[in-house]
């Protein structure tokens, strides 16, 4: 569901000369947080849709200023807010669950950081004012404004790296959140059709990584399933 892929972006420039290198604050606080992530009992599960309708739709939409990004936080934020132990997480002691769903989108800086505007109440809000909200987080994240509530509130998390072209990878859980989930790119697929013929079909693989202390199994794939009937049926996204 991505776009056509971008040229891959260059590799951080390497030092001058050999030798240890710090981390920048943000770097540190990064890797903090992956080290954190290691502590928590995840599990992995992904499913292949179909995002022929879906990209339809946002090629319609495009004109109208609907981001890529907007679109599909949309088609999981309709989804986790049919599960809240999907938007949930885990203090140690037991569920904490969250009355928004916040998405967060991973986005990648210039100087080698990482950083998760957040869209906010994303079931609740349109397509059209997320995009608005989305251009206006990454003018943010780019000048390095954001304010905290910007990129620490989210409850659910999409890293997409489907404009570079990967067909399928695992995302490292934030912590704090019940879940990510990693969107691929659409690569054209021959695909069996229940008539016995055959078609070309662009097929997404999404991989969701879950807190197994929260969210059990047959919860993480009925909510992959949500979001596939979402991303297959996207006209629902439009309201």
Sequence with gaps: AAPAPAPAAPAPAAPSQAG?????????????NMQASLD?????????????????????LKP???????????????????FPVINASCDGNGFVYNEDV?????????DGGLITPVLKKADQTDIYELSRQWKDLVGKARAKKLAPDEYSTGTFTMSNL?????????????PGQGGIMAVSSAIPTVCAMPDGSTKVRKIMKVTLTADHRTVM???????????RDIVENPEQLVF
């Design 162 to 174: 489907g404009m570079f072209g990967v067909s399928q990878f695992d995302a490292i859980l934030p």
């Design 217 to 227: 199994g047959k919860d993480g794939a009925a909510f992959l399933v949500a979001f």
């Design 64 to 82: 109208k200023g609907v981001t890529m990004t907007a679109l599909l936080s949309k088609a999981i934020g309709n989804a986790v807010g049919q």
């Design 102 to 110: 916040n998405i967060a989108v991973a986005v990648a800086m210039d």
């Design 40 to 60: 928590v009992a995840c599990f992995r599960c992904t499913v292949d849709i179909c995002t022929d309708d879906f990209d339809a739709l946002y090629k319609q």
């Design 20 to 32: 240890a290198v710090p981390f920048t604050t943000m770097q540190g606080a990064i890797a903090k």
